[in-house]
Structure formats: structure tokens, C-alpha cells
């Protein structure tokens, strides 16, 4: 058994210094992918959108560490980072978005639909929303099975005001669902200020009273919180005691997607929240438990020769071929719909 | 053999599924305690248990977006909605996610979920529960669309919907529920992508769907005995797959071609045929296709005013003869 299972058998939300390494390497393979992402389209070798999730790395480092293998993840069209930590390749993310035969869907769905089954990672889903009932249906699945794995729904601060948060909530709390809601409060719905558009000041957590749920709200920028507070609510849905709804706090460090350059945001907010950047705050911290510089410096050497060689083999894949359009509408590989 | 209505082969259908395999779990507003709202679905629970037979509440984005996680990590699920106009509120979870997840993955996950609604007019409804909208799914790339007309028809074809691993939206149509039709005791699976040809005849070919398959039969009656008009009757049973070599083949044997369609004009699944024959059989047609069809109106809810939008059977027998003028 590894530490970082032993801590985690143990109940312990403090994590220890293995399980710590990996949040700070997970945070930083998402941040170095998403700033290779965004490079990469000012090269105009990524074409459609993409919605980056620079700043708001701890979150899914910090739950993506805390699941179990067969766990599934469900999230959004900013979801780039809750695949790679499930533990998607590098190579398979940045070939979808530059739309390559190596991407994880070889080219078919693009930045928005990141998909990873095989590590659990069940989907990214651009219709705001909807995947919460899916989450719902997985863990429900997962409940009907006897399996004790935990859905994972990842989603905005928007999503909480659309009606499909509240069915899947519902639904969820009445069937005592293995199934955790994380809602990534990042203060703005795409351009608008959450708060000028939401009855409550908290748009995840003041509507947990309303399914019989714990008020949850996490600093989504400091990894350890969220780590702890995953643990928590893993443990809770594997042990059959319902879903828990989490609202983490945190920021974008760019606007909401390719065409935002994120005028809206005050230039305080903005250099507020910059100081709170995830990745210096916790690697400050580290250097103050003893880990040595050394060893950040090569983890940080190591991530960013994976970025380096993951962009190059992504460069190198061709296109996908031209018949693969033509693929995979029914499960006997074809599209027909007529005889 | 034995006699049944259409509403007890629906849950004769969902229990031979259910007792075959485990992976086969149900869910739907008021379709355990109470049995359906259309009494369809009464004693799954007493039989398969509250674990595989769960009510949920009017929730139907959580009813279908259940079924779609529940399919996608190994379950078979069935979902009802409860009357196929509510399909608009779950529209995106039908259309967005369940028919394109497959194609969107290049393959990584598979979808076998079914939807069954009731669909169609005849109870005096009026205009949002009464709608005819299987072609709404017939639209969506990654949808399987079946509508059945007989008893036999709703167990083999519902059979058929659960094992196949794609997404199939099944059209319970509601004016048939208390029809009879003879069923065999034994497991019934029927396939997808078939039409049925229920009468042969030699001037003219009519395509019909679910509760317009028995009007087309009685007025294909009425053709031969008063107006000298042998009909063929083609249950069209499924819009996706559609079974265009059966469709095209009685067309050409008869050379003409009338589709009789519950739905608003517009962009019907008879256009779609009509369209195909015209392309491919056009040198085999003896004259213009016909489609009948309720006017692209909402439907009304007085017994008058619905049968006067409806193709009733005098509307069917009067327009075909006037072909023939």
C-alpha cells in the first residue's frame, strides 16, 4: 500500500508529503498543458474554442488525486484539466484539440467533448448542465451495481441556474445517489458576474438546504482544502450516504474562452485573485514543510519535458482520415439509416 | 397464442426483457405504484422490486439524463416519458447528449437506452398532449425511431429496442392502447428496420404508421368494395432504421404511393419516402405521390374538431379516389 493510500484508508484529510508531490505534479501537468493549449491556438495550429482552466487547477488536481481508479468523472466544456487528471495522456488531449488521428477521440469531438472512458473520465458536455442527471445515471448505475465507485460532476457557477441542476440535485438526494456535485465557482457566468444574475450570494452551496444537503464551500484555489474535502465526500457517497454538493472558490486566470480577453473582470479582482495563483501559493508552501527546491525543480523539469514531447507527437500526427466522419454513429461502426 | 391489448403487451414486452437480464432497470413518473398513467406498466413492480422498477419525480431531463449515465456504465435502461410532448422539455438530454455521445467519442461509450412515451391524438387532449413527434427524432443523427400498430408488434419491436445498443425512441401511441391483437406465449423479438406488409394489392401502395396503419387497412377496405381500388398497406414500424427495399419494392409493384401520416404537415417521415421514391423509382410511378396528413395546425381538443384535422378514414378513401379521377 502507498502512503498516500494509507493516509487515505487511514480517513486522514491531511494529506502526506507523496500524496502532496502529486497534487503540486497534477496541478502543474493541467497549468502546462492549458499554457501550451493556449499557445498553440495563437499559432493557429488549434482551430473552434476552447475554455481554459488557468487558475483553477487545485480543483481538479485536488479531487482527481483523491478518486479511486474505477471512479467516473463528468464535466464541462472546460474540461481539459478533470481528463488529464483522471489520467489521460498529454498526447491524446492536445491531438483533439489540434484535431489529429492521436487525439482521445481522434479528432471527433474536439475541446469541448473530451472524453476518456477508459479512465473513467465519462465526458465533457457544452450544453450547460446536462450532464448533471448523466452523473446522476452513473452513479445510480454504479449504486444498482453494488460497485461503490463515486460519480464526479464538475461544473460551472453558471450551471446553477439552469433547470438540470436542480433535477439532478433532486433526484440525487432522494435516491441517496454515490454521486458528488462540485461547483466551480469561478464568479463569472461566461461574461456576467454571477452574483448580478443569482438570487443567492452562494450559487451552489444556499441551494443545498433546498435537497436536504450540507452547506459545502472550499477554497478552490488552495489544493489541499479541496483534496480534504473530496476525501470527505467520496468517503460519504461510498459508504451509501447520499451526494454532497461542493462550491469551491476560485478564479480564470483568462476570459471564458479563445475570443474573451476578459475586459469585464476589474483590474483589482483580477491582481487579487493573480496573488492566490494555486500553483506559487502551494509550492511556497511546500518549501516551508521541507521539501527541497530540488525536488519541485524536478518535478517541474520532468511535467515540462512531457508537455514538450506530448505537443511534438501530437504535431506529428496526421489528420484524421476522411472516412472516420462517417464512423461511429451506431455501434456497428456506420451511419445508416436506411436499408 | 393468446388474445392481448396493446397497453398489456407493453408491460408483457418489459417483462420478458426484465426477467432475461439483470442490466434491464426501468424508471418513469408514476409507472411503479401506480402502473403508468395509462395503466401500461402495472405489477413490474410487485415482480422485478423497487430497485429495477423506480418511480422518479416530474423531472424528465433527470428521467432521460438517468437512463443515458445509467447506459453508459453498463446498464439497460428503459425511461418512459409520460406523454411524448414532454420530450420537449428533456430535448437537449434526447438530442445533445444521447444521440451524439457515441459519435462525438468516436466510440468510447454505448448507448442502449430506450424511451418509451405515448404518442399521437384521438383522446381529445388538446394541442401539448396530443402531438404526433416522432419525426422530431427522426431529424437527429444517432436516434433509432420505432412506433408500433399491433400488440405483437409493441413486444417484438420493444424486444428488439432493448437489446439493440443504440438509442431507440419507442412511439406508444395512445388511441391503440386498448386494442386487441393475438400475441404468442412464448419470448417474442422482432427487428428494427422492418416494414410489414399487411395487404397486398395491385393500384396503389399506402404507407401508414401506428394508428394510422389500422385507418389505411380500413380504408384500403372500403377502396376495393366501393370505388374498384386494390390497395397495398405497408406498416412503415420503423422511421430509423427505415426499411426503404420493402417501401420502395411494393411502390413499384403498384406504381402509385400515399403515405397517411398523424403528424403536421411539415417535414413528416412521408416526405422523406416520398422524396426517396421520387429519386429512385421515378420511372416507376404511374402518377403524383399523395400524403395525407392532420393540416400544420396544433391539434384541438372538441371530438369535432380533432376528427376534422385527423386523417380519418372517409378523409383517406376521398383523397385517394380523387388520384384516380
Redesign the interface.
Known amino acids: 500500500m502507498s502512503q498516500a493510500q494509507a493516509s487515505r484508508a487511514a480517513g486522514d484529510s491531511n494529506p502526506d508529503r507523496a500524496t502532496r508531490l502529486k497534487l503540486y505534479r497534477t496541478m502543474l501537468e493541467v497549468r502546462l498543458v492549458e499554457k501550451r493549449a493556449y499557445d498553440l491556438f495563437m499559432q493557429n495550429l488549434i482551430k473552434g474554442t476552447s475554455h481554459l482552466a488557468l487558475g483553477q487547477e487545485a480543483i481538479a488536481a485536488g479531487f482527481g488525486v483523491a478518486m479511486r481508479r474505477d471512479d467516473?468523472t463528468?464535466c464541462t466544456y472546460r474540461g481539459h484539466a478533470h481528463t488529464l487528471v483522471r489520467g489521460a495522456s498529454m498526447v491524446g488531449v492536445l491531438g483533439e484539440l489540434m484535431g489529429r488521428e492521436c487525439g482521445l477521440?481522434?479528432g471527433?469531438?474536439g475541446s469541448m467533448?473530451l472524453?476518456?472512458?477508459?479512465h473513467g473520465a465519462?465526458?465533457s458536455?457544452a450544453?450547460v448542465g446536462?450532464?448533471?442527471?448523466?452523473?446522476?445515471?452513473?452513479?445510480?448505475?454504479?449504486q444498482?451495481?453494488g460497485t461503490e465507485q463515486v460519480?464526479v460532476c464538475f461544473f460551472g457557477d453558471g450551471a446553477t441556474n439552469i433547470?438540470?441542476f436542480h433535477?439532478?440535485l433532486?433526484?440525487a438526494a432522494?435516491?441517496k445517489l454515490p454521486v458528488v456535485f462540485v461547483c466551480e465557482n469561478n464568479l463569472y457566468m461566461e461574461y456576467t458576474p454571477i452574483g448580478a444574475v443569482t438570487a443567492v450570494p452562494h450559487p451552489a452551496a444556499d441551494r443545498a438546504a433546498a435537497y436536504g444537503l450540507d452547506s459545502i464551500i472550499v477554497d478552490g484555489n488552495d489544493v489541499d482544502a479541496v483534496y480534504a474535502v473530496a476525501m470527505r465526500t467520496l468517503a460519504r457517497a461510498r459508504a451509501g450516504e447520499g451526494p454532497s454538493l461542493v462550491e469551491a472558490k476560485t478564479y480564470r486566470h483568462s476570459g471564458h474562452s479563445r475570443a474573451d480577453p476578459g475586459k469585464y473582470r476589474p483590474t483589482p479582482e483580477v491582481e487579487a485573485w493573480m496573488k492566490r495563483d494555486p500553483l506559487p501559493t502551494y509550492r511556497h508552501r511546500l518549501l516551508e514543510l521541507a521539501i527541497p527546491d530540488a525536488e519541485l525543480a524536478a518535478i517541474e523539469g520532468d511535467v515540462r519535458a512531457r508537455v514538450d514531447a506530448a505537443t511534438e507527437a501530437a504535431r506529428k500526427s496526421p489528420p484524421p482520415p476522411v472516412e472516420?466522419a462517417f464512423?461511429?454513429?451506431?455501434?456497428d461502426?456506420g451511419?445508416?439509416?436506411?436499408? | 397464442m393468446e388474445e392481448l391489448t396493446y397497453r398489456e403487451a407493453v408491460a408483457r414486452g418489459i417483462a420478458q426483457e426484465m426477467a432475461r437480464d439483470q442490466s434491464v432497470?426501468f424508471l418513469g413518473e408514476d409507472i411503479a405504484s401506480a402502473g403508468g398513467v395509462f395503466k401500461t406498466t402495472g405489477g413490474l413492480l410487485e415482480r422485478f422490486g423497487p430497485?429495477?422498477v423506480?418511480d422518479?419525480?416530474i423531472?424528465?431531463?433527470?428521467i432521460?439524463?438517468?437512463?443515458?449515465?445509467?447506459?453508459?456504465?453498463?446498464?439497460r435502461?428503459i425511461a418512459e416519458i409520460m406523454f411524448s410532448d414532454f420530450l420537449a422539455v428533456c430535448w437537449?438530454?434526447v438530442a445533445?447528449?444521447m444521440a451524439k455521445?457515441?459519435?462525438?467519442?468516436?466510440?468510447?461509450?454505448?448507448m442502449p437506452v430506450v424511451i418509451r412515451t405515448a404518442n399521437g391524438a384521438g383522446s381529445r387532449f388538446g394541442a401539448q398532449h396530443s402531438q404526433s413527434v416522432e419525426n422530431w427524432a427522426m431529424m437527429v443523427?444517432?436516434l433509432k425511431v420505432v412506433a408500433p400498430s399491433t400488440p405483437a408488434d409493441v413486444i417484438g419491436l420493444l424486444a428488439a429496442a432493448v437489446r439493440?445498443?443504440?438509442p431507440v425512441l419507442f412511439f406508444e401511441h395512445k388511441s391503440l392502447y386498448g386494442t386487441k391483437g393475438l400475441v404468442p406465449e412464448d419470448t417474442l423479438v422482432d427487428q428494427l428496420?422492418k416494414a410489414k406488409v399487411l395487404r397486398q394489392g395491385s393500384d396503389v401502395t399506402l404507407a401508414a404508421l401506428a394508428a394510422m396503419v389500422p385507418r389505411a387497412l380500413a380504408a384500403a377496405e372500403r377502396l376495393a368494395s366501393e370505388h374498384g381500388v386494390s390497395a397495398t398497406v405497408v406498416d412503415v414500424r420503423s422511421l430509423?432504421?427505415?426499411?426503404?427495399?420493402t417501401l420502395l419494392r411494393e411502390i413499384q409493384h403498384t406504381g402509385r404511393l400515399v403515405t397517411i401520416e398523424e403528424n403536421p404537415r411539415l417535414c413528416g417521415w412521408g416526405a422523406e419516402i416520398v422524396s426517396?421514391a421520387a429519386h429512385e423509382i421515378f420511372y416507376s410511378l404511374d402518377g403524383p405521390a399523395l400524403r395525407i396528413t392532420t393540416p400544420h395546425l396544433p391539434l384541438p381538443s372538441a371530438d369535432n374538431l380533432e376528427d376534422a384535422v385527423l386523417p380519418t378514414v372517409d378523409r383517406i378513401v376521398k383523397e385517394i379516389v380523387e388520384t384516380f379521377d
Open positions: 467516473y463528468f477521440m481522434a471527433k469531438g467533448h472524453t476518456s472512458a477508459e465519462l465526458g458536455y450544453i446536462a450532464h448533471l442527471p448523466i452523473a446522476a445515471g452513473a452513479a445510480w448505475s454504479a444498482y451495481r460519480a433547470g438540470a433535477e439532478a433532486n433526484l432522494v435516491w472516420l464512423t461511429q454513429v451506431w455501434a461502426g451511419f445508416a439509416w436506411r436499408n | 432497470v430497485k429495477r423506480r422518479t419525480p423531472s424528465e431531463q433527470a432521460v439524463g438517468a437512463a443515458v449515465g445509467a447506459a453508459m456504465t453498463g446498464l435502461p437537449d438530454i445533445n447528449e455521445m457515441r459519435y462525438m467519442t468516436n466510440g468510447q461509450v454505448t443523427p444517432g439493440d445498443p443504440d428496420g430509423v432504421p427505415l426499411d426503404t427495399a426517396i
